[in-house]
């Protein structure tokens, strides 16, 4: 058989394959995102995220040190409150959770990056990532609340926001409140391109989150669309995102690479909770293996495109990094 061109002859050992490897992997893309709670001496498990918990302000430190360990040295700050209303106030109250868990963990362990997670929904009663007005958010009113919120987590000692709460302008907002009080050079990550999702029901379960009725399809993207996100993620720009997200991740392939070829930002992707949840389930009935599985995952949303990978497997990948069973 005559045959020059033969693929095959690069994929003949680990080695060659290694060499020739196109999307290469590093553990200062990873982020953690964890749930702060109100409470001492609390550790308590997620029911539909096994091996995730809540942790109270007293208890987070272990978990910082150990990702700090395993070489992941950015989180993601989400809080839940023990109380809420209509308003949300606990977003953005100088003794509100989140902001305690900036303030102290800054102390504790100052070489991790602290990233807070800007929306209303942990706080509000009903669960809406907005104020109300009927039964719909009031976009512009909630813009101010959410300016407030990330002005009072940067205050408090985070090192960047990320809004996620999908409100049209909130980008342009924040940027505006944070230059206002001086802080020019923190940087703005916006979960641009969000969709309603149903992959995000086990974060619901773990911030208490869900709306208590309706749904979030007024503000968060239609899952059909492609070019909207396109749109969205050039808005963000234009109001001053240092950082674009598409999140979910898994099934948004497509989309983290058409927004990393039409934006000049870094782009992050999140896995959200259902993919952790889907992957833990199957693992544990002994149906795929967990470590190959978040490897692949992990390795597409790079090869995708994504800068910044925000995963619940975080430290898993660290470890499976540092082994270089994905590299
Ligand atoms: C808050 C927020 C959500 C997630 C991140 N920030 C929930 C939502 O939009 O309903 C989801 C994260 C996950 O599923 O892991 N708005």
Partial sequence: MELTIRPRRLRSSETLRKMVRETRVDKSSLVYPMFVAEGENVKEEI???????????????EKLEEL???GVNSVMFFGIPDRKDELGSMAYALDGIVQKAFQRAKRQVPGMYLIGDVCMCEYTSHGHCGVLKGDDVDNDKTLELLAKTALSQVQAGADMVAPSDMMDGRVGSIRRILDANGFVHTPIMAYSVKFASAFYGPFRDAADSAPAFGDRKTYQMDFHNRRE????AALDV???????????????GDLIREIK???HVPVASYSVSGEYAMVKAAAERGWL???RIICEMAACAFRAGTDIYITYFAKELAECMERGLIG
Avoid: F, H, N, T
């Avoid at 029911?47 to 430190?61: A, L, N, T, V």
């Avoid at 996100?229 to 969205?232: D, G, I, K, T, V």
């Fill in 68 to 70: 700090m360990d395993a």
């Fill in 229 to 232: 996100a396109l749109r969205e």
């Fill in 238 to 252: 234009k109001e001053g995102a240092d950082i674009v997200m598409v999140k979910p991740a898994m099934a948004y």
């Fill in 289 to 291: 293996s967990e470590e």
């Fill in 47 to 61: 029911p539909s995220m096994p091996g995730q918990y809540r942790y109270s302000i007293d208890r987070m430190e």
């Fill in 261 to 263: 070829d039409s934006v």
